[in-house]
């Protein structure tokens, strides 16, 4: 709902008006024209977003003025390479859906021990293909346990350990010197409690009293515990924590995150400042972390409100004016009617596709493919200058987060369904190939979630002959199957769990750790030597960034469902009508056959692009183990 447009036009006049004698912009006044054609294009979404959230307030105009300034002081402040890549990527908004396109994604300590141990990285992402690359999370945080860093004590200071500000800048530059873009998280749901506005906040502080969600006692926590879910009920019950004095702090994730209170207008303005100041550092991607949180009613579960959209549509409309080349990608892993909720090219641009990751490891363990299929089929879909960002593993635990009447339609009980998947995937169930570990495992709810690496979750661990199959099988329909496929770095050359994590105090009691192993030193020095199976991983997933990459058809996000008559073989066909492609892929141990009626229809035969093979297509087709096909039907 936009205020009408004369309004929100005698609005931008009057901040415009006082504004323009501001001393900032007189002595900025050469970047001013283009700030003021970009405000002008996009204040009226700016303004329709804030006034449903604070418009009824009487500091409103206020609050406006100050937010539109500090947007102007960004946009003076960001470096003119940046504004450069601004108008790059203005001129091509579709950019981002490139077959080029490829991701990847590590901690900065355990890849590449700092900031400049990343730098000398370089060389190896270019290698692999690399054009976009998340780091995870970097600032400052806690000593001791900070969640990975996804508690933040200052978002304007790198973590010591890591590095300084001014090599992250430069790294920024390398990067985007050799075609890779930035990822960083932007971590807005919450800060560390050693923040200074939680530092402000406890000591009572007027101007940040409202920072967070503080209670004198249970009274409230009691009444929203009613209806919030729990996410990490091994840390604490319920969505908050006592303080040392009594009080009790919001806190969805550990005791020392607290979540922000947005109905403040103080905190999105603050949160906003620190938003474009991370843009300025040369960021391209802004990781929204859990973007499900940030907004809460009592006798919700708190979870996917109509205000967090909103509130994202704010910041994105912001950034569209002060920072323009920036795009954001939401880590919703939440029911997928609720994931698609928060992808629009006026939210976030991208977003992780949590379903179909999870269907990828549903898939091999039931060898069944209709959960995935009818994914694909049904799912896939997104708004045009969208795209999801597809991958195989996070640092996060994988759950089950598919739909249960989805699930229903195929006889399968969602409950008992994820039990199954729990207990295979923790080798609790016989002949599982997989040595993942529990996550959150909830004895009050029956939830639970698992982790593991890539590699031993599909049997490398073990070393199960058929492993490194399962492995290349499914990052095949992360790099075919649209959007931007994501590496978790070190999957390449097939590293394996690390158990040591429960020698460190601040990382024990958080099972994630397990898979989130330091650079595997000995993968990389044999991931040339065929013989091993870090380069048989190694070599699978070359040629198949390789093939990808030779093929337009497999830009953007369009994909057509191809029902091959087997439960076991996916189907899929992209770059249709003019460079069709079809993708089979086999998720049994056994081969499998798609009948030549299946295939009627299709040309007398087509080249797989991943062997180089051409394959007939008028006689029944035969896929081996785990075999995927990539077939060029144009041949
Ligand atoms: C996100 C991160 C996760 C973290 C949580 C709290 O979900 O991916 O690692 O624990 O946010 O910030
Ligand atoms: C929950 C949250 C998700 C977060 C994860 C971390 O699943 O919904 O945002 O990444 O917990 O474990």
Redesign the pocket.
């Known amino acids: 709902m936009l205020m009408k447009e004369t309004q929100a036009n005698v609005l931008l006049d009057q901040i415009v008006d006082r504004l323009v004698q501001h001393p900032l912009v007189i002595a900025n006044v050469a970047v001013w024209p283009a700030f003021a054609a970009r405000l002008h294009r996009h204040f009226p979404q700016l303004l329709g977003e804030l006034t449903l959230l604070y418009g009824q307030r009487e500091d409103f105009p206020t609050f406006l003025e100050q937010l539109v300034s500090g947007a102007f002081c960004a946009w003076a402040e960001r470096p003119i390479a940046l504004r450069e890549n601004d108008a790059v990527r203005e001129s091509d908004p579709n950019w981002f859906q490139s077959e080029q396109m490829l991701g990847g994604v590590c901690y900065v300590d355990l890849h590449g021990g700092n900031l400049r141990g990343i730098l000398a990285q370089i060389p190896y992402f270019k290698s692999l293909g690399l054009t976009y690359l998340h780091l995870m999370p970097l600032f400052r945080c806690p000593d001791g346990n900070s969640?990975?860093g996804?508690?933040v004590s200052n978002y304007r200071e790198v973590n010591p350990a890591l590095g300084t500000m001014q090599d992250l800048r430069l790294l920024a530059a390398a990067l985007r010197q050799e075609g890779i873009s930035l990822v960083l998280?932007f971590?807005f749901?919450?800060t560390s409690n050693e923040h200074v506005w939680a530092q402000r906040c406890l000591a009572g502080d007027p101007e940040y009293r409202d920072f967070y969600y503080l209670f004198p006692d249970r009274t409230l926590p009691d009444q929203y515990d009613r209806t919030l879910r729990e996410?990490?009920p091994d840390q604490h019950a319920g969505g908050f924590s006592q303080l040392p004095d009594g009080r009790w702090v919001w806190s969805?994730?550990?005791t020392f995150?607290w979540d922000l209170n947005y109905s403040n207008p103080a905190v999105f303005k603050a949160m906003a400042d620190e938003m474009l100041a991370i843009a300025n550092i040369g960021v391209e991607f802004l990781r929204m972390?859990?973007v499900a949180f940030v907004w809460k009613r009592l006798g919700t579960d708190c979870e996917n409100l109509p205000e967090a959209h909103t509130l994202i549509r704010a910041f994105s409309a912001l950034v569209r004016i002060a920072a323009p080349s920036l795009l954001f990608k939401s880590?919703a892993?939440v029911h997928p009617d609720d994931v698609v909720k928060y992808i629009s090219p006026q939210e976030c641009q991208l977003s992780y596709n949590p379903l179909q990751m999870a269907l990828l490891w549903n898939t091999l363990a039931t060898r069944e493919v209709n959960l995935l299929q009818q994914a694909l089929e049904q799912r896939h879909a997104l708004p045009a200058g969208t795209a999801w960002v597809n991958y195989v593993r996070?640092?996060?635990d994988i759950g089950w987060t598919f739909s249960d009447e989805d699930a229903a339609q195929f006889g399968i009980h969602g409950f008992d369904h994820r039990q199954f998947l729990n207990r295979y995937y923790v080798n609790r169930f016989p002949g599982s190939f997989a040595r993942g570990v529990p996550f959150q495992d909830n004895p009050v709810t029956g939830d639970c979630r698992i982790c593991g690496t890539s590699a031993s979750l599909t049997g490398i661990e073990q070393g199960d002959p058929l492993a490194v199959s399962r492995i290349l099988l499914l990052y095949s329909v992360v790099l075919s199957s649209g959007g931007i496929p994501l590496l978790y770095l070190g999957d390449e050359v097939g590293a394996v769990n690390d158990h040591g994590y429960k020698d460190d105090a601040a990382k024990a009691d958080d099972s994630?750790w397990v898979h989130r192993a330091p650079y595997d030193t000995h993968g990389h020095a044999s991931r040339n030597d065929l013989t091993t199976t870090a380069g048989q991983i190694y070599d699978g997933l070359r040629r198949m960034i390789a093939a990808r990459k030779a093929t337009p058809a497999f830009s953007g996000n369009a994909l057509t469902g191809f029902r091959s008559g087997n439960p076991h073989v996916l189907g899929y066909q992209r770059g249709l009508p003019h460079q069709p492609m079809l993708v089979l892929a086999n998720f049994s141990e056994h081969a499998q056959t798609v009948a030549a009626v299946v295939l009627s229809g299709q040309p007398a035969g087509a080249r797989d692009l991943i062997s180089g093979q051409t394959v007939p297509l008028h006689s029944d087709l035969k896929l081996a183990a785990y075999q995927v096909l990539w077939l060029d039907l144009r041949t």
Do not use: L, P
Request: proline residues 0%; without cysteine.
């Open positions: 969640d990975g996804y508690a998280d971590i749901n919450h996410i990490f969805t994730f550990n995150q972390d859990a880590e892993i996070s640092h996060d994630r």
